[in-house]
């Protein structure tokens, strides 16, 4: 299982990186609809149908939707999306303080959830490429943006099994601890510090390049929290079986899902775009 999990992580890694810092937009582009269409696949499973066929028309549609939208997505356009999704993952936020499991969510719940995620994928798709087209060193910027979700997860990974003792949900994701987050925290501090001696901060001053990151950082883990909800909810262990010895794609894009608009506004309030 270890052995698989490897494999698939350095192959994942060589996809994403070098579509990214090797290859142009357009690249980019199908990556991100290959990544839209498994995530609605596994969303939609986990909410409102087991039916392949509806998965698969669904998905295939958000996807063709994307390539066909991308003209049309300017700055106006993100800037937009981009407070929208921050405030909708405030929202979620404040939700999960009150979030009980239940297992018996009907029909009318399950589409307001499949509506509320599809935006949410959609919103997150298009920051994506924006970053990436947009800024003279938009590889380097998204690239940046999917650090600081995976050292948070390296940081809690690791002072959560060593220092953790406060749960941060327990009924929600049980191996989770308010030790593991600051941890997580604490080593992107150092990772941040390091990008921007090295980048400039690409227009911004280092504490607004600090706050930046770490507030990213710190609401990417509700992007996890929200998936885990769903999977607890349709009674799986993961959102699916795509990627061996890692579960599904959304299992590996939670974060980054409310990552991307927290990001994007951040370079808007402070001018960088």
């Given at each position: 299982?270890?052995?698989?999990?490897?494999?698939?992580?350095?192959?994942?890694?060589?996809?994403?990186?070098?579509?990214?810092l090797?290859?142009?937009?357009?690249?980019?582009?199908?990556?991100?609809?290959?990544?839209?269409?498994?995530s609605?696949?596994?969303?939609?499973?986990?909410t409102?149908?087991k039916?392949?066929?509806?998965?698969?028309?669904?998905?295939?549609?958000?996807g063709?939707?994307?390539?066909?939208s991308?003209?049309?997505?300017?700055i106006?356009?993100i800037?937009?999306?981009?407070?929208?999704?921050?405030?909708?993952w405030?929202?979620?936020?404040?939700?999960?303080?009150?979030?009980?499991?239940?297992?018996q969510?009907?029909?009318?719940?399950?589409?307001?959830?499949?509506?509320?995620?599809?935006?949410?994928?959609?919103?997150c798709?298009?920051?994506?490429?924006f970053?990436?087209?947009?800024?003279?060193?938009g590889?380097?910027?998204?690239?940046?943006?999917?650090?600081?979700?995976?050292?948070?997860?390296?940081?809690?990974?690791?002072?959560?099994?060593?220092?953790?003792?406060?749960?941060?949900?327990?009924?929600?994701?049980?191996?989770?601890t308010w030790?593991?987050v600051?941890?997580?925290?604490?080593?992107?501090?150092?990772?941040?510090?390091?990008v921007?001696?090295?980048?400039?901060?690409?227009?911004?001053?280092?504490?607004?390049f600090?706050?930046?990151?770490?507030v990213t950082?710190?609401?990417?883990?509700?992007?996890d929290?929200?998936?885990?909800?769903l999977?607890?909810?349709?009674?799986?262990?993961?959102?699916?079986?795509t990627?061996?010895g890692?579960?599904?794609?959304?299992?590996?894009?939670?974060?980054v899902?409310?990552?991307?608009?927290?990001?994007l506004?951040?370079?808007?309030?402070?001018?960088?775009?």
């Amino acid at each position: 299982m270890l052995k698989q999990r490897i494999i698939t992580a350095i192959v994942l890694a060589l996809i994403v990186v070098g579509t990214i810092l090797g290859l142009g937009s357009f690249y980019v582009s199908v990556l991100l609809a290959v990544t839209l269409f498994f995530s609605m696949l596994e969303m939609i499973n986990m909410t409102v149908s087991k039916s392949p066929v509806v998965q698969w028309s669904v998905a295939f549609l958000a996807g063709a939707l994307f390539f066909l939208s991308l003209p049309y997505m300017g700055i106006l356009s993100i800037f937009f999306h981009s407070y929208i999704g921050l405030l909708m993952w405030l929202l979620i936020l404040l939700f999960l303080f009150s979030y009980r499991f239940s297992g018996q969510w009907g029909m009318p719940a399950k589409l307001a959830v499949s509506l509320l995620s599809t935006v949410l994928f959609w919103i997150c798709i298009n920051g994506l490429y924006f970053l990436h087209a947009h800024f003279e060193q938009g590889a380097w910027m998204l690239m940046y943006m999917l650090t600081l979700v995976w050292v948070a997860d390296i940081g809690a990974y690791f002072s959560g099994r060593k220092f953790g003792r406060h749960k941060l949900a327990p009924g929600i994701s049980p191996g989770k601890t308010w030790e593991g987050v600051i941890g997580g925290l604490v080593l992107n501090s150092v990772w941040i510090t390091l990008v921007f001696w090295v980048s400039g901060g690409w227009g911004m001053g280092y504490i607004q390049f600090l706050v930046l990151g770490l507030v990213t950082a710190a609401l990417s883990v509700v992007g996890d929290l929200y998936e885990s909800i769903l999977k607890r909810e349709a009674g799986l262990k993961d959102s699916g079986n795509t990627l061996p010895g890692h579960g599904g794609v959304l299992d590996r894009i939670d974060s980054v899902i409310a990552a991307t608009p927290v990001f994007l506004s951040g370079l808007f309030i402070f001018g960088a775009v």
